[in-house]
């Protein structure tokens, strides 16, 4: 089957691309173009006509033979002016090529991963490069996209596969006792694979932060301007703000670009006694979230003298203290408050906003990101390597000659787990592995 897609944004637009891939790609162009296919991959200006031989539009168009292409199929690129009405002419008329259809979502890619081009993770990339909205998410999907992790993966993956290898020779040739060197090697290579993935592991969730969204909590007691905060960071109103004291009772959430940084910004309940039982179960949200958070702005006010009760339930190093304010700073900030070198600001007129953003930023920088090695952006990765973990221990708590049976599966689906982070698991690895090191009949 043959499919094809508007693989540019959606819209009136200068130009647009259609993209074609499949089998029938070939007789696509000569319906369109009522003429000999282009050198491949080379611009070439075409008028792009419908059944009826009326003109549709002038556009480059781009021919891709198979398996050279992204997709690893014959494949065409149509690129014309970007009006609604040329696009759906266009598209029409390759609806009437037979075995032609609309894509499914991600289709192109899938099918690119299914033909070799490219793995899971480089996938996963090119998706995430789409997604990214910040530098940073940028800079990670690149990443991703080059294949270091895929190649830590894969490392990793051959080493257990060359071990496997080894303790299938031993079930098949039970006969055989396999030298002491082989035993202590095959010790050595699983022990330094687990200690690499459990260093992998080890990573404080940085990959899955950045493409998912830094948690930043604002809390602290009613009143002090946390919605006016939050309102004032995104540039628009998020939350109500009023001077009736516990205003916001549950969790407020909006998506920032804060110079860079993928932020989630969370408004929550005023912190204080009250009898109110919707409001109590707003603030029990508000501690809840700030736990969990990655950082939490605590807004207070000069004399917020009830604040140490909902403070001291709160990681000290993942907090930054903000005295709101300021335009009202004429009456002396409680000792107490001052001891936290707190950071000065007004809402209200614009004070001191960029200090509390540089201090976000050092923060996220300092906390999460430390390391250009990031490798695991997904909960899946986790999932698969804990998994891995998981039967790489098993596997060695029956590391002896008696147990190969049973430690060789242990392996198998050690090697299955890291086999599914890119996307290949296959047993005929295995057996060419031993066919390979092995002189089996000899």
Same mark, same amino acid.
């Given at each position: 089957m043959t499919f094809y897609a508007l693989s540019s944004g959606p819209g009136i637009s200068g130009i647009a691309v259609i993209r074609v891939s499949g089998s029938e790609t070939v007789n696509v162009i000569k319906q369109l173009t009522n003429s000999s296919l282009p050198k491949p991959k080379e611009a070439t200006l075409r008028k792009f006509i419908n059944k009826n031989n009326e003109l549709i539009d002038e556009g480059i168009l781009l021919w891709f033979p198979g398996p050279n292409s992204y997709t690893g199929e014959d494949m065409a690129e149509f690129h014309v002016h970007g009006s609604r009405a040329v696009i759906e002419a266009i598209q029409s008329s390759i609806s009437e090529v037979s075995n032609c259809r609309l894509a499914s979502p991600g289709e192109f890619t899938k099918t690119a991963f299914q033909n070799g081009k490219i793995d899971l993770l480089k996938a996963e990339g090119i998706s995430d490069l789409i997604s990214s909205e910040t530098e940073i998410q940028r800079l990670q999907a690149i990443k991703i996209m080059e294949g270091k992790s895929s190649k830590i993966f894969e490392t990793l993956r051959h080493t257990l596969i060359k071990v496997l290898s080894k303790l299938e020779a031993k079930i098949d040739f039970p006969d055989e006792d396999l030298p002491i060197e082989i035993l202590d090697g095959i010790k050595a290579d699983t022990t330094k694979a687990l200690a690499d993935l459990e260093k992998l592991l080890d990573d404080q969730r940085v990959g899955e932060r950045i493409r998912e969204g830094f948690k930043i909590s604002i809390i602290g007691p009613t009143n002090v301007g946390k919605s006016s905060l939050l309102n004032h960071l995104a540039n628009r109103e998020v939350a109500i703000v009023s001077e009736i004291a516990g205003t916001t009772r549950d969790v407020i959430e909006t998506h920032l670009n804060l110079d860079g940084y993928p932020v989630i910004l969370s408004d929550t309940a005023g912190i204080r006694d009250s009898k109110d039982e919707i409001e109590r179960k707003g603030i029990k949200l508000s501690l809840k979230n700030?736990? =969990?958070?990655?950082? #939490?702005?605590?807004?207070? =006010?000069?004399? /917020?003298?009830?604040?140490? /009760?909902? @403070?001291?339930?709160?990681s000290k190093d993942k907090n930054i203290i903000v005295? #709101?304010?300021?335009?009202? %700073?004429?009456?002396?900030?409680?000792?107490? %408050?001052?001891? @936290? #070198?707190?950071? /000065?600001? /007004?809402?209200? =007129?614009?004070?001191? %906003?960029? @200090? @509390? %953003? #540089?201090?976000i930023k050092k923060k996220l920088e300092n906390k999460f990101i430390s390391s250009n090695d990031i490798i695991i952006t997904r909960s899946r990765h986790r999932d698969n390597i804990e998994k891995c973990i998981y039967h790489l221990k098993t596997f060695h708590n029956k590391n002896s000659e008696e147990e190969f049976d049973k430690a060789a599966e242990d392996l198998r689906l050690a090697v299955r787990h890291l086999g599914l982070i890119v996307g290949k698991v296959d047993v005929e690895e295995i057996l060419g592995s031993i066919f390979n090191d092995f002189c089996i009949g000899k």
């Open positions: 700030a736990n =969990e958070a990655d950082l #939490n702005i605590i807004v207070l =006010e000069p004399k /917020s003298v009830e604040f140490q /009760s909902f @403070l001291s339930a709160l005295v #709101n304010k300021l335009d009202n %700073i004429n009456e002396t900030m409680d000792e107490e %408050i001052r001891k @936290l #070198n707190p950071i /000065s600001i /007004s809402v209200k =007129e614009n004070k001191n %906003i960029d @200090l @509390l %953003i #540089n201090e």
